[in-house]
């Protein structure tokens, strides 16, 4: 899913997917489980109609929410 290159830099290939701790299947971007990341998270969520997270709380990370179509 990431490829480590010498300099620090982490590649997160397209296509690639985790279960987060919330139990929604993620297209995976730069975050704690692909790259490391330790404050910030940035993947894409599809969520059926109707869909609803577990109770969560987000400790120490950035947190940003871009809604494509729909009600949040």
């Known amino acids: 899913m990431t490829e480590s290159k010498a300099d620090g830099v982490k590649v997160v290939s397209p296509g690639g997917t985790y279960t987060g701790q919330q139990g929604f299947t993620y297209g995976a971007g730069a975050s704690k489980e692909t790259v490391g990341a330790g404050s910030i998270c940035m993947n894409v969520l599809p969520?059926?109609?109707g869909a609803r997270a577990?109770?969560?709380y987000h400790d120490r990370i950035e947190t940003i929410a871009y809604m494509l179509e729909?009600?949040?």
């Open 47 to 49: 969520m059926p109609s």
């Open 70 to 72: 729909g009600e949040c």
């Open 54 to 56: 577990k109770v969560h």
